[in-house]
């Protein structure tokens, strides 16, 4: 019984996994896009970006989710995404959103010396922003950094609003079978996910110390 | 014509002028020291000849050529990264780049400068080989490819030997793979003057290097400025420090209130001043010198 539970679990836990992962792969980058379009100095861009990071973090992320998985069939007749699809697309605007805003903290936190500095050696813009202020960013956002992606690993669990099968979801259907420990066991899960994480960027910290900004 | 000739510079921004019509010339090899209060435009100034800030009127000649000309829209805005390169800058925060060696933060500018020679060198290497006859073309692949890696390998040995020469110049050789937090500010300030070298630039320009020092640090980096000089380097310097631009300036200028007010030798504006805002001046810094010597 315990192992077929466990196993069911990981089950369900590798669907999460495959959500945290996607998100982040997506949302990684795709934040670094939108921090620079909130930076921009052509005001619309700038205004629409502003905008759209308001809306997306003035909301609930399973209201989200829901909209991105029914709204398309409700407003335009169309059919559903698959769901674990819709609920990836859904954390990636999310989480793109709250990067954005972690980037354009760390991107506007480096003294214009830095730019000065390189731009009176020659540089161009962009080996600016590569040689000289990424490294100084990296190092300025990994605290608020892990601490975001700590958060989406329990986000996660929102998925299950639309029956995505994951690890919560899994032991939320053995609670309504009368048997309520597995919901508890999943806790195991997260700690140890979360904990392996904590190490990493702890590691990562670790491995940036050797300058200071 | 002198070496540089800066003709009737304006800078304004909003609504207060900090340039009002700036015109001076300087002769290669000399030092010019430029002197004045805060808030008067001599940094302003120093950051429009290495075009930080672009002046609003107002001509730059340097060796005889127009590096700069007010009003002549975007595209000259975007050549003006190489023309730059005349012109190096010391900050008054160093401003070294925190993840870097002493040896990469000097090295960076020059490798990266050379890796872009060498990619237009390919880039023209590729051409001739498309261009050449199909029997001909494994032949000479071969060719350029070694003489590409020769290339690389000489970039690399100039530029490692122009590293260290510049360390040995300012006296850090032995920091060389210290990072700045680990450095004093005079040390930093010194690795940013080696850095400002290494691109040879024509001008090289100071931005108060001491103010932002201990006061036993600033000896240090004084002394490296004057080491500089013999070695018939072309230098502003805008400096609050009176003594040493007495003692390494072959012309001073005072500006006051974003004009010229005086100019001339450091006897002429030291000895005796003609007009009475640099004898306020001179007599307002001497008594805060003597001040702070009595603190």
């Not at chain 1, 005001?43 to 308001?54: I, M, Q, R, S």
């Not at chain 1, 990067?99 to 480096?110: L, N, P």
């Not at chain 1, 892990?146 to 994951?166: C, F, G, P, Q, Y």
């Not at chain 2, 004045?36 to 950051?47: D, V, W």
Request: proline content about 3%.
């Amino acid at each position: 019984m315990f192992w077929q539970v466990t196993l069911n679990l990981l089950e369900g836990f590798g669907v999460t996994c495959l959500i945290f992962a996607a998100t982040l792969v997506c949302a990684l980058p795709l934040g670094l896009i939108l921090a620079f379009g909130s930076m921009s100095k052509f005001k619309p861009l700038k205004a629409v970006v502003k905008v759209f990071v308001w809306i997306i973090r003035g909301t609930p992320l399973m209201l989200q989710i829901l909209v991105i998985y029914y709204g398309p069939a409700l407003l335009f007749g169309w059919g559903f995404l698959d769901r674990v699809v819709a609920v990836i697309v859904a954390f990636v605007i999310n989480y793109a959103c709250y990067f954005s805003e972690i980037y354009r903290g760390g991107i506007e936190s480096i003294s214009k010396g830095q730019y000065e500095a390189g731009q009176v050696l020659g540089m161009t813009k962009s080996q600016i922003f590569f040689k000289v202020v990424l490294l100084q960013v990296v190092k300025r956002i990994v605290p608020p950094m892990s601490n975001e992606v700590i958060t989406l690993v329990k986000d996660t669990s929102l998925a299950r609003i639309i029956v995505v099968e994951e690890i919560l979801k899994v032991a939320y259907d053995y609670t309504i079978r009368g048997l309520i420990w597995p919901l508890f066991y999943t806790a195991v899960y997260y700690l140890i996910f979360v904990g392996v994480l904590t190490l990493l960027f702890g590691f990562i910290e670790k491995k940036l110390n050797y300058f200071r900004v | 014509m002198a070496f540089l000739e800066v003709k009737n510079y304006r800078k304004r921004f909003g609504d207060t002028e900090v340039l009002k019509g700036i015109s001076f010339s300087l002769e290669k090899g000399e030092v010019l020291a430029v002197i004045g209060s805060s808030g008067g435009g001599k940094t302003t100034l120093l950051r429009c000849l290495n075009f930080l800030e672009i002046p609003d009127e107002g001509t730059l000649t340097l060796g005889g050529e127009v590096l700069f000309e007010a009003g002549q829209g975007k595209a000259a805005l975007a050549r003006l990264r190489k023309k730059r390169l005349h012109f190096g800058l010391v900050f008054q925060q160093f401003n070294l780049f925190p993840q870097y060696t002493v040896y990469k933060n000097i090295l960076l500018a020059q490798a990266l400068l050379a890796k872009e020679a060498f990619q237009r060198k390919k880039k023209d290497f590729a051409a001739v080989l498309k261009a050449a006859p199909p029997s001909e073309r494994k032949k000479l692949k071969g060719e350029q490819r070694k003489i590409l890696s020769e290339i690389r390998a000489n970039q690399k040995q100039r530029m490692e030997e122009r590293t260290e020469r510049l360390l040995v110049r300012v006296g850090l050789s032995e920091k060389r793979d210290a990072y700045p937090y680990q450095l004093s500010g005079g040390q930093q300030q010194r690795v940013a003057i080696a850095r400002a070298l290494a691109l040879s630039p024509d001008i090289l320009c100071f931005d108060e290097p001491t103010s932002a020092l201990d006061p036993e640090l600033t000896g240090e980096v004084l002394r490296v400025i004057k080491g500089l000089k013999s070695s018939d380097s072309t230098m502003i310097v805008v400096t609050h420090e009176m003594e040493f631009a007495k003692s390494v300036a072959d012309h001073v200028i005072f500006i006051a209130d974003g004009v010229i007010e005086e100019e001339g030798t450091p006897e002429e504006v030291f000895g005796s001043p003609r007009s009475e805002k640099t004898r306020a001046f001179l007599r307002s810094s001497e008594q805060n010198r003597l001040g702070g010597e009595d603190a």
